[in-house]
Structure formats: structure tokens, C-alpha cells
């Protein structure tokens, strides 16, 4: 699994006039599956997210966790974080999981994350969606389960 994930104020993501979810302070994380991804992959990534030491202490430092400042999460499906594009102009998506298993495994990333307690909002699988965030920072962090980078 692959995510990008952006410390924001504000989030929202919509489906033509529709606002599917919306947050305030926390993560916005684009969400990618890959074709070899299991459940496995969604522990360890959604443990990293939510631990991951982002925000800022009263220090000014990078010190707390989205669970330490009571954040709230924003989840967006995006199969294109696996676009391979070493060659010619058209991305390749073969790394993609396909529909089938991708929703599968987006669907129970989202009830795990809902199982933490925080705030989770989600856009929708397979639909043509519009992000609106700030990003706070700027913040933004490249996650792979394969640790790829």
C-alpha cells in the first residue's frame, strides 16, 4: 500500500457538489493499493499514520501524533499513486491492485481506522472526486508498506 499523507487545518473531498467527508485538524491521506497488498499492509501502514511524530509540541518541534492532538483523519482512495511512469508519456497502472481486491481492502482500511476512535472521513472508490485542504506546514509524507522509498 502507498499513501501520501499531508498534515492539514482543514480537508474536504467531494463528489460533483456532494461533500463526501470533511475534517479540521489533522491528516489527509491518499490511499493506494497495490497488487500484492493484504491485510498485513493495512496494519502497518494505518499504525504508521496515526503515530507518526508530525505535529507540533509546544516546543515548536515535530513531537506528537495525530492520536496526541486529538486529530482527525480524511481517507481518499487514489490508484494512480501506483502510476509508473519510466516509460513514455501514458502511466502504467499494472501495479494497481485491481477493483475487486483494492475495494476490498480500502473498505477495511477505513473500518480499521474507524476502530481507532479518531474522526475518519472517507471519499468513495472507482468516483471522480475533488480534494480541498490546507496544508499545514507545508507537511507531506511518502508511505510504502513495500518500502519502496
Known amino acids: 500500500m502507498r499513501a501520501v499523507i499531508q498534515r492539514v487545518s482543514q480537508a474536504e473531498v467531494r463528489e460533483d457538489d456532494r461533500v463526501l467527508g470533511r475534517i479540521g485538524n489533522g491528516l489527509a491521506v491518499l490511499l493506494g493499493v497495490g497488487i ?34 486529538g486529530g482527525q483523519l480524511l481517507i481518499v482512495p487514489q490508484f494512480t499513486l501506483y502510476a509508473d511512469c519510466r516509460r513514455g508519456r501514458r502511466p502504467s497502472f499494472d501495479g494497481a491492485a485491481p477493483p475487486e481486491i483494492a475495494i476490498d481492502l ?44
Open 36 to 69: 500484492d497488498d493484504g491485510e498485513a499492509d493495512i496494519d502497518y501502514l494505518l499504525n504508521k499514520i496515526i503515530s507518526l511524530r508530525i505535529f507540533e509540541d509546544p516546543a515548536g518541534k515535530m513531537n506528537l501524533s495525530l492520536q496526541e492532538v
Open 106 to 149: 480500502c473498505q477495511k482500511f477505513f473500518s480499521k481506522a474507524k476502530e481507532t476512535g479518531m474522526y475518519v472521513a472517507t471519499g468513495r472508490f472507482q468516483a471522480t472526486m475533488d480534494v480541498h485542504l490546507v496544508n499545514s506546514g507545508p507537511v507531506t509524507i511518502l508511505l510504502d508498506t513495500k518500502r519502496v522509498f
